[in-house]
């Protein structure tokens, strides 16, 4: 039996990682979706609220179970006796910090092995930090992300509206609007392991479908 992990901070979660989630539970007996826990940052869902809406989500994959994991991933897995990791990839930046990454995993346990699955190009923009921004103007998530998951975002926000709180977003940028052609443009700058990476698409059409970038 091979059983992998698929670890990420799924905050909140996508239909991008359902997509990942749905093909890798295909190729492995048994698939662990595993919710980082980093108490030092601060996000729009608890690790808690994460694992629900996953447990919720994935209720009827049979060989796909969800856990939370506060230390290495690699301790992880060999707790777990899983051999593989299982890796999502949008872009050659995100393919440069996890292959990386996975160099540093194979030296802290040899055993485990990381596989790439390149994102399905309908998912290509589909950051959880650039859907936290664009609810956050009280754009549409809809298509983006599950409709738990879209009421869970709203209700977070307009809590956060409430108090004058954060929404734990790990982009900088901003939503406008080119009303000649229907569309938002969210512009950011994204913050993760591999550095800065400026980012910018649209939001287009009365279907609020993603397309590529402007």
């Known amino acids: 039996m091979i059983k992998a992990v698929f670890p990420g901070s799924f905050d909140p979660p996508t239909f991008g990682h359902l997509n990942i989630i749905e093909r890798a539970c295909t190729l492995f007996d048994e698939l662990l979706v595993v919710v980082a826990v980093n108490r030092q940052k601060t996000g729009l869902f608890a690790p808690e609220e994460r694992r629900d809406l996953l447990v919720e989500l994935l209720g009827g994959y049979p060989n796909v ?3 939370l994991c506060d ?11 899983c051999k593989v990791l299982v890796r999502g990839v949008r872009s050659v930046p995100d393919f440069s910090y996890e292959f990386e990454l996975s160099i540093m995993n194979k030296g802290l346990n040899p055993a485990v092995e990381t596989i790439f699955m390149p994102t399905d190009p309908k998912f290509f923009v589909l950051r959880s930090s650039a859907i936290k921004e664009l609810a956050a103007y009280d ?15 709203k209700a977070k926000v307009a809590a956060a509206a409430g108090r004058g709180g954060d929404l734990g977003l790990d982009c900088l940028g ?8 229907n569309i938002a443009i969210v512009s950011c700058q994204f913050l993760d392991g591999a550095g800065a990476q400026n980012e910018k698409f649209r939001i287009g059409g009365h279907e609020n479908s ?5």
């Open 139 to 153: 754009g549409d998530i809809s298509s983006m992300v599950p409709p738990n998951v879209a009421k869970a975002v």
């Open 174 to 181: 901003n939503v406008g609007r080119d009303h000649a052609r």
């Open 210 to 214: 993603l397309d590529g970038g402007v």
């Open 71 to 81: 230390n290495l991933i690699v301790e992880f897995a060999r707790s777990k006796g």
């Open 65 to 67: 179970s969800v856990h």
